[in-house]
């Protein structure tokens, strides 16, 4: 009975009160449950901002020409000119799927009609292309790829481009799209394409030998494990979860459940989306083993790997624990990688609702994924600059198609999936983001109105329509220069509101009860772990960047992932000379509405500004610092 009380509430949260016939049990509690996006919409903050951007450039977007590969290997009409960059080769289709899940994202976020006709399109598109194949098939690499990869005579190091390049990982995205498009935007259609899909897929595979397949998986296949667990979890088809466990691989997998870190040096796009897929195992199954591997490589990474503004690697590469000052490139912090880390943290932070993972989500969110958007031209960032004077460049709009591309379509569609989490009698307040919450099992309302991080109130109101008694639990971030102060309708509230924890408000709450917490925000200084004449500049969750100007930049910056532009010598950065441990005492807030701040007395050879990270676009910028004293300063040539 307990565990079918599980079940209702973590299914509730996605459905609201229909269950898909035939859904699962999880094996474990989710203690903090998230809400599905339809029950959360964003209010005026940079956060909608940049999603409508992303809804402008969704609707600029042709569903047909992702399609192309799609009805090219069906036989069936192309329509359009195919899409340019990736699209043509590397990762053939994988944007397509993409671009189902950010359209499904985005109507669930915002309800809007014209997106979600793009939903049931493309699901309809998908439905004819499976009919054609005749065996279930429904995606875009060339069928001949699949005969020989079911026949064991595929050779990973032979899969070559032109459709047949990581085709498992390309699957992923269409799989994850269709699930998608069900969970997000109600398309029934959709289930049977993907349950169809995965079929196909069970059946080609039941060929392969234990070896063979682990043989295939050297391959990069994406998260093939989490979306046959969610579709046993929505299905309660063993044969999937057969599969997803099948998608183990075990030279990753195994040392991380014997706690053994070898990361460094590994893909970590590549292998992120694996330890996804574990976390997902883990909540339908119960396996230990799957949470082991799991929690050990989030504290593998985010202790001793991040940089400053979230990211976690050098070329794609996971760097040496401790390392950071000496790998600051222009090919740091991949998007990808962020957009994967964040999606793991959220299941951990639901196993066991713990500060330090809504604190690491909170950086990373405001700093690399919403920054990682032109604002003019709604493209993405692939990596994230971290060498000093360099600049971010966006992807074309239309003929780039990289992979950050297709996750940034997604990033920027549900940035409301994790402002709040629930239990059966309890509200986690996670982020502090200008919302409004529909609590529906409680038939309650949450608005929360904040100006942060221009400053750090934020006022939640609730509305009922008889009084109820439940918990409010809301984050005092690792960042706060001390306790928090909260008070309800005007009164001090007497609660323990230590840095990385939770202060908790339990009472019966009546309409138009106010929440006020004020969070005390400061200045610091982060020093790299391997150099600590390094240094980030910190504005309670913020990476402050030093505004450099133009100087030497190409015309465009939106020119693709282009290395020749990217590595520019870029002109000399200033120095922090004889500043102190404290940066208030040589960093002054400008005036006005806007975030930014400028060097006093310190800036060599001249003084600087700096703005949040997110906020800086088109020109060159620095995130990490070199301090010296006076006397090293003039000891160097200048």
Known sequence: MRTKLML?????AVWGSCLPAGAVEPAVAIKAQPFPLKQVRLLDSPFKKAMETNKTYLLKLDADRMLWPFHQYAGLPTKGQRYGGWAQKDCVGHEAGHYLSACALMYASTGDEEIKQRVDYMVGELAAVQAKHGDGYAGPVRPEVWQKTFAGTFDVNDWGLGGGYVPW???????????????NAGNKQALEVVCKFADWAKKGT???TDEQFQKMLLCEFGGMNASLAELYALTGNMD????????????????????????????VNTLLPKIIGAARLYEMTGQQRDATITSFLWDSVIDVRTFAPGGMDLRERFCAPGEE??????NNCETCAVYNMLKLTRHLFGWQPDAKHMDYYERALYNTILGSQDPDSGGFTYFNSLKPGHFKIYSVPFDSMWCCVGSGMENHSKYADTIYSHDADTLWVNLFIPSELKWQAKDVAIRQETGFPLNNITTIKVA?????????????????????QVAVNGEIQAVDAKPQSYLTLSRTWKDGDTI?????????????RDDKTSVAVMYGPLVLAGELGREGMPVSDCNGNNVAEASNKAPA?????????????WLKRDPGEVLRFSTVGVGKPKEVSLIPLANLHHQRFTVYWKTMTAAEWDAQPH
Request: glycine share 4%; hydrophobic share 45%.
């Open 573 to 585: 950065v200033p120095a922090l000379v004889g500043a102190s441990q404290d940066p208030s005492a």
């Open 206 to 208: 039941d060929k392969l």
């Open 169 to 183: 990982y390309c699957m992923h995205k269409v799989y994850a799209g269709l699930i998608d498009a069900y969970v």
């Open 240 to 267: 999937y979860l057969a599969l997803a466990r099948r998608f183990d691989h075990k030279i990753i997998i195994d040392p991380l459940a014997e706690k053994k870190d070898e990361l460094t040096g590994k893909h």
């Open 464 to 484: 009922t329509k008889q009084a109820q008694k439940f918990t409010v639990k809301i984050r005092v971030p690792y960042w706060v220069t001390q306790d928090a």
């Open 325 to 330: 000052a000496k790998n600051l490139s222009w």
């Open 8 to 12: 209702t509430g973590i299914l509730v």
């Open 516 to 528: 006020q917490v004020q969070l005390p925000m400061g200045l610091r200084l982060q020093p790299a």
